[in-house]
T-cell receptor, first 114, second 112 residues
């Protein structure tokens, strides 16, 4: 069955430090991959997506992610974290053959120390 | 920038009552979705809808749930007889094609 694993439930980084959030997926074909961010009490905002082509994708707010087929991973990175990046981050895989449903990981809560 | 809107932001209901959650998708989008997030748990897919039909539904989406696009702008989720375990945040999403989904802010449903 299709699944998404985000192994880190919480991550704390200092403001200005680099960030990497891990995401692994289980899916038979090349998936559509997404990262969403959720601030407290808010909806899910799309950060970036991968469909095909260049495996390094750029998103909003200075985030990027790299698709690695051999590792079934789609890790999110940011070179310098800002206090406003504190939120919960969700990785998701899109299944076109199942009504385009998204299967989400459990999320990673990012805390930023000043 | 166009966005998905949802009403109400918070709905409190008694167990066994019917609720209707409303969504206005982005205007040129053709595909519509409902997800839910029980507190502390993953976001879970409920249903996808295209061309006035359900295209996929999860095992959660049983006979107590239904969706409708009653007019050209609204997309609704009805729960016929709410249970305590239906308490969750419900998110509507829409996409222009079978690709990027844009989410609304959610409706928090509390069943007492």
């Amino acid at each position: 069955a299709q699944s998404v694993t985000q192994p880190d439930i919480h991550i704390t980084v200092s403001e200005g430090a680099s960030l990497e959030l891990r995401c692994n997926y289980s899916y038979g074909a090349t998936p559509y991959l997404f990262w969403y961010v959720q601030s407290p009490g808010q909806g899910l905002q799309l950060l970036l997506k991968y469909f095909s082509g260049d495996t390094l994708v750029q998103g909003i707010k200075g985030f990027e992610a790299e698709f690695k087929r051999s590792q079934s991973s789609f890790n999110l990175r940011k070179p310098s974290v800002h206090w406003s990046d504190a939120a919960e981050y969700f990785c998701a895989v899109g299944l076109k053959e199942y009504g385009n449903k998204l299967v989400f990981g459990a999320g990673t809560i990012l805390r930023v120390k000043s | 920038e166009p966005e998905v809107t949802q009403t109400p932001s918070h709905q409190v209901t008694q167990m066994g009552q019917e609720v209707i959650l409303r969504c206005v998708p982005i205007s040129n989008h053709l595909y519509f979705y409902w997800y839910r997030q029980i507190l502390g748990q993953k976001v879970e897919f409920l249903v996808s809808f295209y061309n006035n039909e359900i295209s996929e539904k999860s095992e959660i989406f049983d006979d107590q749930f239904s969706v409708e696009r009653p007019d050209g702008s609204n997309f609704t989720l009805k729960i016929r007889s709410t249970k305590l375990e239906d308490s969750a945040m419900y998110f509507c999403a829409s996409s222009e094609l079978e690709d990027t989904q844009y989410f609304g802010p959610g409706t928090r449903l509390t069943v007492l």
